[in-house]
């Protein structure tokens, strides 16, 4: 593909409010943005990290430090000749996942636009639209979260997630069902934040109907959610437990769950997704397109994936003015109809790079070519 130079650019970009999970609190998404370029063309992607290791083992820091020092240069003395080569030539290197999906996705980006075609085609998406959901924080309390659930509703949303961790978790189920009655699409996330020795209270999420519960066990376990799964009506949904396609097949091999998440930069790259994605569909496992509070080019990716065929479920790709009140690419990510995200129609990524914006929120960026690589 004779990609001659990749540039990191890292933007410090803030929350319209901050979000709560069970593991933590985020006030501002602190982004690398991952730059490809060959010939004319120039690929993007951010990286997902949080800022923190809370949600996995991976940091922005970690991911600037991969990319510079293993990455881009291996890249770029290499080369490769189509985007796959790149999580194959990858493989050796043990985790990093987001780091590693940073690279790989601007390198697709930068395939579909030298291919004059859409991301979404180039991975093998079908869909011109994608129905979408919202994930919801923990709250300050059950009068602000019925709020933020009202307003999602208006907007159209076809799936509301809501937050939960001990203490904060059958209340707000009841609040949501009572005040919005028992068909409005609802799932739980616990973000890892309880232990089999809470199955009693966990079951008792069963009687509201629940789409699924998302992550409820250890972010490293499947054996305990198998456990679990058999005594709940509710479907699970892995989130942090799935790191490859290695990793949903035992899960689906031993019934530890009955729908995935697929999140791209926690299982290494659009390469890594789409296996996981054909898998899944092979046993009769739906999946959905997660989130990481990302800018518009994380959630730009996230569209293309999503039109795959088995993203059944609405996934977490929300409009940009969720969580920004400007967002880095232009247009932004809005909704086309309630609920709904059109698919972009232009070649790659499908959407302009806001530079002014990006220029006032840097903080770090580094450019490495081949030429000095060689030299
Ligand atoms: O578990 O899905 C999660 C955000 C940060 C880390 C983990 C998660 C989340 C979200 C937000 O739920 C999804 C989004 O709107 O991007
Ligand atoms: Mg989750």
Same mark, same amino acid.
Request: with cysteine; net charge negative.
């Given at each position: ?125 079908? /869909? %011109?639209? &994608? +129905? ?5 924080? =923990? ?10 659930? *009202? ?97 949903? /097949? %035992?899960? &689906? +091999? ?5 729908? =995935? ?10 390469? *890594? ?103």
């Amino acid at each position: 593909m004779d990609i001659t130079q990749i540039d990191l650019q890292r933007i410090k970009i803030p929350l319209k409010s901050s979000f709560a999970t069970s593991f933590g609190k985020v006030t501002e998404k602190d982004i690398i943005i991952v730059k490809v370029i060959s010939g004319d063309h120039t690929g993007y992607a951010e990286s997902v990290a949080m800022p923190y290791p809370i949600y996995n083992e991976e940091t922005t820091g970690t991911v600037w430090h991969m990319l510079e020092t293993f990455l881009i240069p291996q890249l770029l003395e290499k080369g490769i000749q189509v985007p796959e080569d790149v999580s194959e030539m990858f493989s050796y290197i043990r985790r990093n996942n987001m780091a590693k999906a940073a690279l790989e996705m601007a390198v697709w980006d930068l395939y579909s636009k030298k291919n004059g075609q859409t991301l979404s085609a180039a991975l093998g998406g079908k /869909r %011109k639209e &994608i +129905e979408v959901g919202v994930s919801i924080g =923990i709250e300050d309390s059950i009068e602000t979260l019925l709020a933020k659930v *009202e307003g999602f509703l208006e907007d159209g949303y076809r799936k509301i997630k809501v937050k939960i961790k001990p203490g904060w978790d059958i209340k707000p189920m009841e609040a949501i069902r009572k005040r919005f009655g028992d068909t409005i699409p609802l799932m739980a996330d616990a973000n890892s934040a309880y232990t089999l020795k809470d199955k009693e209270l966990l079951k008792e999420l069963d009687q509201f109907n629940l789409i699924m519960v998302e992550q409820p066990l250890a972010h490293d376990d499947i054996i305990d959610h198998a456990k679990l799964q058999v005594e709940m009506k509710t479907p699970i949904c892995l989130d942090e437990s799935i790191h490859s396609v290695e990793d949903a /097949r %035992k899960a &689906i +091999e031993i019934e530890a769950c009955k729908i =995935i998440n697929i999140k791209v930069g926690r299982v290494g790259g659009l390469t *890594e997704a789409i296996k996981m994605h054909d898998l899944c569909e092979k046993h009769n496992i739906p999946v959905w397109c997660g989130g990481m509070l990302e800018a518009g080019i994380g959630r730009a990716h996230n569209i293309a994936i999503a039109s795959l065929g088995n993203f059944t479920i609405p996934g977490d790709t929300s409009a940009s003015s969720r969580y920004f009140h400007e967002d880095i690419i232009l247009p932004e990510v809005t909704l086309s109809k309630p609920g709904i995200i059109t698919v972009p129609d232009t070649p790659g990524i499908g959407f302009d790079i806001n530079n002014n914006l990006i220029k006032k929120l840097i903080v770090n960026e580094a450019s490495f070519k081949r030429e000095s690589v060689f030299r």
